[in-house]
């Protein structure tokens, strides 16, 4: 079956700009956690999502928000874009009563 | 919060030889996982693997609960095994993963 697919893959954005990346997760997943990654800081965990409900939150500033649709797909937002955004954003899937997580191939965001 | 430490940061390797990664975490955890960073950024999943040992191929892994750490054996490595290796764990049901810095490994031929 399809794995955790994300979209866009590469975009470059000005700052105070926003972005919107997306996350399908693998069927019949209906958990979807995003991360960041970057080289300074490494892999940091952003949010979770189970059946459209928020259920853990990293350290990170209010501008980074996000959302999980009925169908299990999810978006998260940046708005007022900083160059420190600049990042690899990767989103993961879990499967309910699973224990492994499944990762896209990520969404590259340049913030110019 | 919870500390995962991964060592050697960078290994170089020979085609061919064996390696040992280990991954060293500050508290229990219910959830451990090993992944390979490829070229492109994605991250694979190696091993779920919170206590034992699991074999997959040329890849095993081993975690020892009780003494909080784990250890990722790669023999005869090839060179498409280069790529960061990360361990994360979780602890309670938190659903977040904790990354270690990741072990960069080169294999040349």
């Known amino acids: 079956k399809a794995g955790v697919t994300q979209t866009p893959r590469y975009l470059i954005k000005t700052r105070g700009q926003q972005v919107t990346l997306s996350c399908s997760p693998i069927?019949?997943?209906?958990?979807v956690s995003w991360y960041q990654q970057t080289p300074g800081q490494g892999l940091q965990f952003l949010f979770e999502?189970?059946?459209?409900?928020?259920?853990n939150k990293g350290n990170f500033p209010g501008r980074f928000s996000g959302r999980q649709f009925s169908n299990s797909r999810s978006e998260m937002n940046v708005s007022t874009l900083e160059l420190g955004d600049s990042a690899l954003y990767l989103c993961?899937?879990?499967?309910?009563?699973?224990?492994?997580?499944?990762f896209g191939e990520g969404s590259w965001l340049t913030v110019v | 919060g919870i500390q995962v430490e991964q060592s050697p940061p960078d290994l170089i390797l020979q085609e061919g030889a064996n390696s040992t990664l280990r991954c060293n975490f500050s508290?229990?955890?219910?959830?451990l996982q090993w992944f390979h960073q490829n070229p492109w950024g994605q991250l694979i999943n190696l091993f779920y693997?919170?206590?034992g040992t699991k074999q997959n191929g040329r890849l095993s892994a081993t975690t020892v609960a009780t003494e909080r750490y784990s250890l990722l054996y790669i023999s005869s490595s090839q060179t498409t095994d280069s790529g960061v290796y990360f361990c994360?764990?979780?602890?309670?049901?938190?659903?977040?993963?904790?990354f270690g810095k990741g072990t960069k490994l080169t294999v040349n031929p």
């Open positions: 508290d229990s955890v219910n959830n």
């Open positions: 693997i919170p206590s």
């Open positions: 069927s019949g997943h209906r958990s």
């Open positions: 999502y189970f059946s459209e409900t928020q259920r």
């Open positions: 993961a899937s879990k499967g309910v009563g699973g224990n492994t997580i499944y």
């Open positions: 994360a764990v979780e602890k309670g049901g938190s659903e977040k993963l904790v």
